[in-house]
C-alpha cells in the first residue's frame, strides 16, 4: 500500500512568487491534515479536511495560504505571495478513523523563501 | 499559543543511558500520541495511550499517561544509536486538532 505522497519534496522561491504543495493521501482516507514545521520547533496545526470539506482551518496563518481538496482525493496548499517566514517543511499527514487516529504522514515539503 | 507542552527540549546522552522525555497539557486530554522523527525524516507513529494511568511498552521504550490524563512520558532503556531523532507527543485539542509538542531531540553517542 503506497503511504502519503508530497510533491515537491523542496521547493526554493523568491520572496513573492507562487508555490503550490501537493498531497497524496493513503487510499480511503478521508481524512487529510496540513502540518508545518518551522525551524525545528513544533509540529503546527494549518488544517484538517474531512473528504472534500474544510473541516478545521484555524491553524492557517493568514489569508496567503489556500488549500484545496477537490473531489476529496489529493489536497493542494498553495502560499501567494510567499513571504521569508513562511520557510520551513510542510508535512502532509492522512488517517482513516476521525476519533484517536494515527497520522501518517508524508515526507514533507520544504520550502525555503529568498 | 503551544499548548502541549515538552521536555526536555534536548538530551545528548550515552549509548546504553536511559533517556526520558515529559510531555505536559494543560487540559485533560482524551487519549496522547507518540511520534518519532529521525533527522531529515518524517514524524512516524509509535504509540497511543487512552486509559488513564495506562503504560504500554515496545521493547526498551516504554510509556506512560497520568492519572489525571494530562501528562505522559516516553523512557527508553539503554539507548542506542538508533533511538537518535525527536520524540513527539501529540494530545487533541477543540476536536480533532492534533496538536504537537515542541519535541524531545535525541542524540546518543556512541
Known amino acids: 500500500e503506497a503511504g502519503v505522497t508530497q510533491f515537491p519534496s523542496h521547493s526554493v522561491i523568491e520572496k513573492g512568487q507562487t508555490v503550490t504543495l501537493r498531497c497524496d493521501p493513503i487510499?480511503?482516507?478521508?481524512?487529510l491534515y496540513w502540518y508545518r514545521r518551522v525551524m525545528g520547533k513544533e509540529i503546527k496545526f494549518l488544517l484538517h479536511?474531512?473528504?472534500?470539506?474544510?473541516?478545521?482551518e484555524s491553524g492557517m496563518p493568514n489569508n496567503r495560504f489556500l488549500a484545496e481538496r477537490t473531489g476529496g482525493t489529493y489536497s493542494t496548499l498553495k502560499v501567494q505571495p510567499a513571504e521569508l517566514e513562511d520557510s520551513g517543511v510542510y508535512f502532509c499527514?492522512?488517517?482513516?478513523?476521525?476519533?484517536?487516529?494515527?497520522?501518517?504522514f508524508g515526507e514533507g515539503s520544504r520550502l525555503t523563501v529568498l | 499559543g503551544q499548548q502541549v507542552m515538552q521536555i526536555p527540549q534536548y538530551q545528548h546522552v550515552q549509548e546504553g543511558e536511559d533517556f526520558t522525555t515529559y510531555c505536559n497539557s494543560s487540559?485533560?486530554?482524551?487519549?496522547i500520541q507518540w511520534y518519532k522523527q529521525r533527522p531529515g525524516g518524517h514524524p512516524v507513529f509509535l504509540i497511543q495511550?487512552?486509559?488513564?494511568?495506562e503504560v504500554k511498552k515496545q521493547k526498551r521504550l516504554t510509556f506512560q499517561f497520568g492519572e489525571a490524563k494530562k501528562n505522559s512520558s516516553l523512557h527508553i532503556t539503554a539507548t542506542q544509536t538508533t533511538d537518535v531523532g525527536t520524540y513527539f507527543c501529540?494530545?487533541?485539542?477543540?476536536?480533532?486538532?492534533?496538536?504537537f509538542g515542541a519535541g524531545t531531540i535525541l542524540r546518543v553517542k556512541s
Open positions: 499527514a492522512s488517517s482513516q478513523v476521525l476519533v484517536y487516529g494515527e497520522l501518517f
Open positions: 487510499s480511503g482516507h478521508d481524512n
Open positions: 479536511f474531512v473528504k472534500e470539506s474544510k473541516q478545521d
Open positions: 487540559t485533560t486530554l482524551s487519549n
Open positions: 495511550l487512552v486509559k488513564s494511568g
Open positions: 501529540a494530545g487533541p485539542k477543540y476536536g480533532n486538532k492534533l496538536v
